[in-house]
C-alpha cells in the first residue's frame, strides 16, 4: 500500500508563494498518476495539479494554471507544488494523492491520499 507523507502547509498573504512536498513509498505498481487536491470547508473537492511518474502527462485546473507547478524528484517518489501569486481563494486543506497507472489527461480521479496539509492565504 502506498503511503504518502505531506509537508510545506502554512500562512501567507496573498500574492505570496509555497512549496508541498510529498514523500512516497510502498509502490508496487510501474506507473502512477501522482498529485495534489485540495478541499475547503464548504466546498467540492477539487484537483489541482497531476503528473504521470513515467512523465507522459500533466494536469493543472484552470483555477491554477500559470501559478502552480507540480514536479517529481529524480527518484520519482517524492513531488513539489510549487504555489506562486497564492490567492485568498486557495485556502484549503491540500492532499497528496495518487493512482495506479499513468495520468489520463482529464481532472485525475485518485485511490490513494495522504494525511493532507492546511494552506491558507490571507488578504
Known amino acids: 500500500q502506498v503511503q504518502l507523507v505531506e509537508s510545506g502547509g502554512g500562512s501567507v498573504q496573498a500574492g505570496g508563494s509555497l512549496r508541498l512536498s510529498c514523500a512516497a513509498s510502498?509502490?508496487?505498481?510501474?506507473?502512477?498518476?501522482m498529485g495534489w487536491f485540495r478541499q475547503a470547508p464548504g466546498k467540492e473537492r477539487e484537483g489541482v495539479a497531476a503528473?504521470?511518474?513515467?512523465?507522459?502527462?500533466?494536469y493543472y485546473a484552470d483555477s491554477v494554471k500559470g501559478r502552480f507547478t507540480i514536479s517529481q524528484g529524480n527518484a520519482k517518489n517524492t513531488f513539489y507544488l510549487q504555489m506562486n501569486n497564492l490567492k485568498p481563494e486557495d485556502t484549503a486543506m491540500y492532499y497528496c494523492?495518487?493512482?495506479?497507472?499513468?495520468?489520463?489527461?482529464?481532472?485525475?480521479?485518485?485511490?490513494?491520499r495522504g494525511q493532507g496539509t492546511q494552506v491558507t492565504v490571507s488578504s
Open positions: 503528473v504521470s511518474t513515467d512523465g507522459s502527462d500533466t
Open positions: 494523492a495518487g493512482d495506479p497507472g499513468p495520468c489520463t489527461g482529464g481532472s485525475p480521479i485518485f485511490s490513494f
Open positions: 510502498g509502490y508496487i505498481y510501474n506507473t502512477y498518476c
